[in-house]
């Protein structure tokens, strides 16, 4: 009994299964759906056309009208062509669609369509609506993609590396993400195996790869990059791209030394250097020389272009010397900073002579005078001479510094007096000498008694001071009848004509010259 039941159990297992597949089949003959397809299975750009076919199944039931909607995604209309009367047999909705820039961009593009319509089993009434299953039509060779590619450091100093960077992006292609796959670059004749692309960040439109190449030798370099495209339904097109050449070359070199015609040592500003380049430069300006030395120098001036400059430095504070450099990346050729200067001779000795003393005393008219001008910081003895202005009238300075003579003006005189070195530097100070009036004394004279009608001669003592001759005159009283005063000799001459006693004055008066001459003495009474 018991294996005759495990027999029935299992023939029973079949049975059921066997009504289960009829069933499934049944329900699947039975089901109403509709298919979309969308040919050709490829387009090429935009502007293509495409045919859109949704085709209605309707199952077991018998449909009498469809009104299918515009497609999902890019709203495509679709005719129905349901038979009259309607019909349980399959047909199709058809519709047209031309591609877009956007497509031909994007390198493929998805779409599915539903419908609504009445149908009847046990009587008319509408159906619930039936959309298609989505269909993804490509580009054929994939979606268009951005390739650039640039070398750094461009331009390059010769014997150094060169990284090569190729970027590619996505216009549309693998849904505008980063497209894969890899990439191969080229500088100059060195071409690089192919590279992997990785995504330029975590969220990119962009991928990339870098190649290398060490020691690039002096010279020009065309830069390209190839990209090898990918597959599948969001396939990227291959393309290429070539960068900006690149460039290795050597770094600018320069010298720096004193200028043909400058003189060393020298006591003259500015100090004049000549800078030369060993190619044509820009960016050399002012400010970018260097100074140093223990004169204080402190601006130096830049004129010229190309590779050839003078450098005029100013500025000395003190005697020393002055030292001018041309620093390293001040000025730059195809790209390429400048190393830093050497030189044969940049150094200049910078000379200050001083005359002395700072200034000098007063002179008097009619007194002798003497000075003594010297001089410090130059070579050998200083030779001296007056550079601007002039003396007093009376006073001469000889080429070893001595200023001697009598003044015979009096007033302020303004004049400079110069050193000289062996070297033919010269220093000057600026002095102003006051030369003061004199005083002119009329020493007293004791005048001998004179007898009318006899002839009287006496001689007055003669004028001190100042600046002889002098002259005399009488300016107060008067003389006896008779009698004259020589206004050269200062002598009394004559013969009296009246017996009496006389008083009068005198006056001497020199012959200075120039502000407040000539000047006279206090009068003196005889």
Not at 249 to 264: E, F, L, R
Request: aromatic share 6%; net charge negative.
């Amino acid at each position: 009994m018991q294996f005759f039941a495990g027999v029935v159990s299992r023939a029973a297992a079949r049975i059921v299964a066997a009504a289960l597949l009829l069933l499934l089949t049944a329900v699947s003959a039975f089901s109403q759906h509709v298919e979309l397809s969308i040919s050709p299975a490829t387009y090429g750009g935009a502007n293509e056309t495409m045919t859109y076919t949704l085709r209605v199944f309707p199952g077991s039931w018998w449909i009498y009208s469809v009104t299918p909607a515009p497609s999902a995604i890019k709203g495509v209309s679709l005719t129905c062509s349901v038979p009259g009367g309607g019909t349980d047999q399959p047909f199709d909705c058809i519709g047209t669609y031309q591609t877009t820039n956007d497509d031909a961009n994007g390198g493929s593009f998805t779409d599915f369509a539903s419908i609504t319509g009445t149908r009847e089993q046990n009587g008319p009434k509408p159906f619930i609506p039936l959309t298609s299953n989505s269909v993804t039509v490509t580009r054929a060779g994939g979606g268009p993609v951005g390739v650039s590619v640039s070398s750094s450091p461009n331009p390059s100093v010769a014997g150094q590396p060169v990284t090569v960077t190729a970027t590619v992006s996505a216009l549309g292609c693998n849904a505008g993400d980063a497209p894969p796959g890899t990439v191969t670059i080229s500088l100059g004749t060195t071409t690089s195996s192919a590279l992997t692309l990785v995504r330029t960040a975590p969220v990119s439109p962009s991928s990339a790869a870098s190649f290398t190449v060490p020691n690039v030798a002096q010279g020009t370099y065309m830069v390209s990059a190839s990209y090898s495209g990918s597959s599948g339904i969001l396939a990227c097109s291959p393309g290429s791209a070539t960068g900006p050449d690149h460039v290795a070359d050597t770094q600018p070199t320069v010298t720096i030394n004193q200028a043909g015609s400058q003189s060393d040592p020298t006591g003259t500003s500015p100090i004049n250097f000549s800078v030369v380049f060993d190619k044509n430069v820009i960016g050399f300006n002012t400010g970018d020389v260097q100074l140093s030395g223990t004169a204080g120098a402190t601006t130096a001036t830049v004129s010229g272009s190309g590779s050839t400059y003078n450098v005029a430095v100013s500025g000395m504070a003190q005697a020393g010397t002055v030292i001018a450099t041309v620093p390293a990346n001040v000025a730059s050729a195809s790209g390429l900073q400048n190393l830093a200067s050497t030189s044969t001779d940049n150094t200049v000795n910078f000379v200050v002579i001083t005359v002395n003393p700072a200034s000098v005393p007063g002179a008097t008219v009619g007194t002798t005078y003497n000075q003594t001008f010297t001089s410090t910081g130059g070579a050998g003895a200083s030779t001296f001479d007056i550079s601007a202005g002039a003396l007093p009238a009376g006073l001469t300075l000889n080429g070893s510094g001595a200023l001697t003579g009598t003044p015979t003006a009096a007033g302020t005189f303004n004049f400079t007096v110069r050193a000289t070195d062996t070297n033919s530097i010269s220093g000057t100070r600026a002095y102003a000498l006051t030369v003061n009036p004199p005083t002119i004394i009329l020493p007293a004279t004791t005048l001998p008694d004179g007898t009318g009608g006899v002839s009287y001669s006496a001689t007055l003592n003669p004028a001190t001071g100042g600046t002889a001759p002098y002259s005399y005159a009488v300016t107060n009283g008067a003389l006896p009848d008779g009698l004259t005063l020589n206004p050269v000799t200062g002598a009394l001459s004559g013969t009296p004509t009246a017996d009496g006693t006389f008083s009068f004055a005198v006056t001497a008066t020199d012959s200075t010259t120039g502000s407040g001459a000539p000047y006279s003495s206090a009068p003196q009474t005889y």
